[in-house]
């Protein structure tokens, strides 16, 4: 009733923008800037946007953390804005070992948790059961933000769509890679690297086995 009460004294304007950062979250995994709410829904100014920011936090439908662009959590979502654990594969993603799939990690007699929070996950707080996480190793993705020692969060899966960023085991390599998908023509699959000194790999897609999609990335700041 509480929460009925507080929507119905928003402007149109703070449940545009409400909606908006709700929508943004469960897009991209993490929340938008105050910039972004102001030219995606056209806004005069970013101080009209602050403004109505915080009548949304005086309602209770946000919190904001103070000199943070981005700090922007929704009060009425605790599992998007709460810590979620998350298992996590003892050994990196580099080639050379096989990767384990979701089912692999879980039945290891020491399952390392990732704790996360919920907003990072954004609309994969709904499919926990098939996340997991990998350690990367390497520098083939850099020009995607994926660098050494970062941690990439895996959505569980075996297909691909056309330039996701999938987990691939390449079966008579008995190698593992982090690469960008690209079916190709006569039954072969080219896996793109993100890095312009490394070339692609082009393989036959029956010696391709894809074992999950990158959904999300937490950076290793050395």
């Known amino acids: ?20 950062i709700r929508d943004f979250i469960d897009a991209r ?14 806004i005069s100014s970013t101080s009209v946007v602050d403004y109505n920011l915080k009548a949304l936090e005086e309602r ?20 998007r804005n709460g810590i979620i654990s998350i ?12 990767i384990p799939i979701l089912d692999q990690v879980l039945s290891s007699e020491s399952v390392e948790q990732l704790d ?7 609309r994969y707080t709904s499919h926990l059961r098939d996340l997991y996480a990998l350690r ?10 994926i660098n050494d020692g970062d941690i990439v969060i895996i959505y569980s ?8 960023t999938v987990v691939a085991y390449l079966r008579d390599e008995n190698e593992a890679t982090l690469k960008r998908y690209y079916p190709e023509a006569n039954g072969k ?10 070339e692609p790999i082009i393989t036959d897609a029956e010696n391709l086995e894809i074992r999950g999609r990158v959904v999300s990335v937490l950076r290793h700041l050395a």
């Open 29 to 42: 995994g993490f929340p938008p800037s105050v910039r972004d709410i102001q030219e995606a829904l056209q």
């Open 60 to 79: 209770n439908q946000i919190r904001r953390g103070r000199g943070i662009s981005r700090a922007i959590e929704l009060v009425d979502d605790p599992k």
């Open 189 to 198: 699959v080219r896996l793109q690297p993100a890095n312009v000194t490394m």
């Open 116 to 122: 996360i929070a919920g907003a990072v996950l954004g």
């Open 157 to 164: 899966q075996n297909t691909a769509e056309v330039g996701q």
């Open 136 to 145: 990367v190793k390497g520098q083939s993705m850099i020009e995607d933000f």
């Open 87 to 98: 298992p996590m594969a003892q050994s990196p993603i580099a080639a050379g070992q096989p």
């Open 1 to 20: 009733m509480r929460r009925t009460m507080a929507r119905n004294t928003m402007s149109d304007k703070q449940r545009r923008i409400l909606d908006y």
